[in-house]
T-cell receptor, first 118, second 119 residues
Framework: AQSVAQPEDQVNVAEGNPLTVKCTYS??????LFWYVQYPNRGLQFLLK??????LVKGSYGFEAEFNKSQTSFHLKKPSALVSDSALYFC????????????????FGKGTKLSVKP | ETGVTQTPRHLVMGMTNKKSLKCEQH?????MYWYKQSAKKPLELMFV???????ENNSVPSRFSPECPNSSHLFLHLHTLQPEDSALYLC??????????????????FGPGTRLTVL
């Protein structure tokens, strides 16, 4: 079955420390992987994606993610967290079932709440 | 904020009311989506429109009725809702590969959502 898992409901980090938000996936074929961020009462904002190429993907606001095929993971990272990074983070994978139908839809994880304290 | 707008931003309605949510995308995309986001539940995909044709209906109750008159506009018509339908309703759009092929990023861009409360 195609799925995305975010094993942590919440991650707490001190400002200035590195942060990691974990994501693992299960999909047939080559994965297209995405990270989104959601601030309170707002829609999801696209952060970055992996389609092919370099395993380290750089995105918005200083975030990056590392694709690891052997571990089927796509963890989100940032070297130095800011209080303003506090939000809900979603990992997603492109549904590869097809042709047609659900192919192209995104399968989202349940989200991880990131809390950065001063 | 992202090229996808939604109106209204907030809506309070009774169980017997009829209302509509509107979504408009200014990104030139050919696919649009409705999602439901409830507290402490995963994001739920409701409907998908691909080239104005509905390609997905994830067992959504008939009290939710989507309409996609063109590739830029998407509506969600609501009638006789239940209190458990209270949630944040999100619209998104993306560029899908055309019938003749072509590049598809499948990156979805979301609107700010409509916070719906059913009394």
């Amino acid at each position: 079955a195609q799925s995305v898992a975010q094993p942590e409901d919440q991650v707490n980090v001190a400002e200035g420390n590195p942060l990691t938000v974990k994501c693992t996936y299960s999909v047939s074929g080559n994965p297209y992987l995405f990270w989104y961020v959601q601030y309170p009462n707002r829609g999801l904002q696209f952060l970055l994606k992996y389609i092919t190429g370099d395993n380290l993907v750089k995105g918005s606001y200083g975030f990056e993610a590392e694709f690891n095929k052997s571990q089927t993971s796509f963890h989100l990272k940032k070297p130095s967290a800011l209080v303003s990074d506090s939000a809900l983070y979603f990992c997603a994978v492109r549904d590869t079932r097809g042709p047609g139908g659900s192919q192209g839809n995104l399968i989202f994880g349940k989200g991880t709440k990131l809390s950065v304290k001063p | 904020e992202t090229g996808v707008t939604q109106t209204p931003r907030h809506l309070v309605m009774g169980m017997t009311n009829k209302k509509s949510l509107k979504c408009e995308q200014h990104l030139g995309h050919n696919a649009m989506y409705w999602y439901k986001q409830s507290a402490k539940k995963p994001l739920e995909l409701m409907f998908v429109y691909n080239f104005k044709e509905q390609t997905e209906n994830n067992s959504v109750p008939s009290r939710f009725s989507p309409e996609c008159p063109n590739s830029s506009h998407l509506f969600l018509h609501l009638h006789t809702l239940q209190p458990e339908d209270s949630a944040l309703y999100l619209c998104a759009s993306s560029q899908r590969a055309g019938l003749a092929g072509g590049e598809s990023t499948d990156t979805q861009y979301f609107g700010p959502g409509t916070r719906l409360t059913v009394l």
